[in-house]
């Protein structure tokens, strides 16, 4: 399911991107074996990083689970749901800052962050071309939060479009006004 949303994300950047430059920008001339290796690279790092998830998702949702996510948002409210949205956005913002932080030291960067930022030219696909154990690290965001708070599923569904929309758009360099001030 990953890899279909990026994929459609992908796609409409692409396509917003062509409409807003025009069909002669420089940019849009983007070697395909980069594209190609791109989206080879989410594959293979989705494929290993699906395994977790789909047990997340599975076993997240039973009734005895250690990771509570609900399915009615009268179980708890509507204050908690938007308090718990903003503190995902919150808790994702500080998360990233520091694992791209510690992705950037010498190590990291040379045996897993550095194939990220060898794409020459920057479009939307180079936003899900890493390598698995990034994609791990990345992909596993929620669960610490999840062993502390129940999250309301349909809730992590909104933000996992809201993190696909935000992560495709910068790497798609597609800037919005509104969107501009808030960076």
């Known amino acids: 399911v990953w890899i ?3 994929l459609f994300m992908i796609f ?3 396509i917003t991107k062509r409409l807003i430059e025009g069909p002669f920008s420089f940019k849009m001339f983007i070697p395909s ?3 190609s290796k791109e989206i080879f690279l989410a594959l293979m790092s989705n494929a290993i990083v699906a395994i977790p998830i789909f047990l997340f998702r599975v076993f997240g949702t039973d009734a005895g689970s250690f990771m509570p996510i609900y399915n009615d948002v009268a179980e708890y409210g509507i204050s908690y749901l938007i308090f718990t949205g903003i503190l995902l956005i919150l808790t994702l913002d500080l998360y990233f800052y520091f694992t791209h932080r510690l992705l950037h030291l010498p190590w990291f960067y040379k045996y897993v962050h550095g194939i990220h930022h060898k794409s020459q030219h920057v479009q939307a696909s180079t936003g899900i071309s890493f390598h698995p154990v990034e994609a791990f ?5 929620p669960t610490p939060l999840l062993l502390v708070l129940p999250l309301q599923h349909d809730l992590l569904n909104v933000f996992t479009w809201f993190v696909i929309f935000h992560v495709t758009r910068i790497h ?4 919005f006004p509104l969107y501009r001030d808030w960076e």
């Open 12 to 14: 409409v950047w692409q």
């Open 4 to 6: 279909i949303r990026w």
């Open 172 to 175: 798609a360099e597609i800037e």
């Open 33 to 35: 074996s980069q594209t």
């Open 137 to 141: 690290i990345l992909y596993s965001f």
